[in-house]
């Protein structure tokens, strides 16, 4: 079975879009309110571009050899960068529980959560009808699924913020632990397997 080209590619070029634009806003809003569920989400969605460029590039190599040893040392980077967050978050987080600051309430960041939870349910989907033609496309999607599942603890904490102020802080440190916890997984997953044939349409390069 064979993928289509245009659909997987146009995946990666979203991922990309995606990434840079809920990761520019979330980090930058996050700081500005010093909320560190926002702000490590936004780092999260930032480190996420990287290795959607690199699979762009392998899929018009056709998902073959060429380019496999390029995105195992971009997931291995990418593993690391997300391990580095989480500690960052983890401090950040202890740090408000400690001095009891909090982000106050706001419309924007619930917004924020919405629109974000929205667009990469629909982008997982979009990969997961896909993920089942090659182990690649597979870990694209579990990618996409664990910036989902941080956006809907993003909304959590942006719900429960409105009547504990303690929340942001709490889930920052749940959130800093899911993160930790994917960056090991990435960093097995850094171990991809030379394809004995061409993969999706093409060749062995």
Do not use: Y
């Not at 879009?17 to 010093?34: D, H, I, N």
């Not at 980077?77 to 960052?88: C, D, I, K, P, T």
């Not at 990969?127 to 690649?136: D, E, V, Y």
């Amino acid at each position: 079975m064979k993928a289509d080209p245009s659909t997987a590619s146009w995946l990666t070029h979203a991922t990309a879009c995606l990434g840079l634009t809920l990761g520019g806003l979330g980090l930058w809003l996050g700081l500005a309110e010093g909320a560190v569920t926002l702000w490590g989400f936004g780092g999260a969605c930032l480190l996420q571009i990287p290795p959607a460029l690199s699979l762009g590039a392998r899929i018009r190599e056709g998902l073959g050899n060429s380019g496999l040893e390029r995105e195992r040392l971009t997931l291995k980077a990418v593993s690391l960068g997300q391990r580095f967050l989480a500690m960052a978050m983890a401090m950040a987080a202890i740090s408000a529980l400690l001095g009891e600051r909090s982000p106050g309430p706001g419309v924007m960041i619930l917004g924020g959560a919405l629109a974000a939870l929205a667009a990469l349910a629909a982008l997982w989907f979009a990969k997961r009808a896909l993920s089942g033609l090659h182990p690649t496309l597979a870990l694209d999607a579990a990618r996409t699924r664990t910036l989902l599942e941080l956006a809907a603890l993003l909304l959590l904490g942006s719900l429960l913020g409105r009547w504990f102020p303690w929340a942001d802080a709490v889930l920052g440190l749940g959130m800093a632990l899911w993160l930790f916890l994917a960056g090991l997984s990435l960093a097995k997953a850094s171990t991809l397997q030379a394809a004995a044939c061409g993969g999706c349409g093409g060749g062995c390069h």
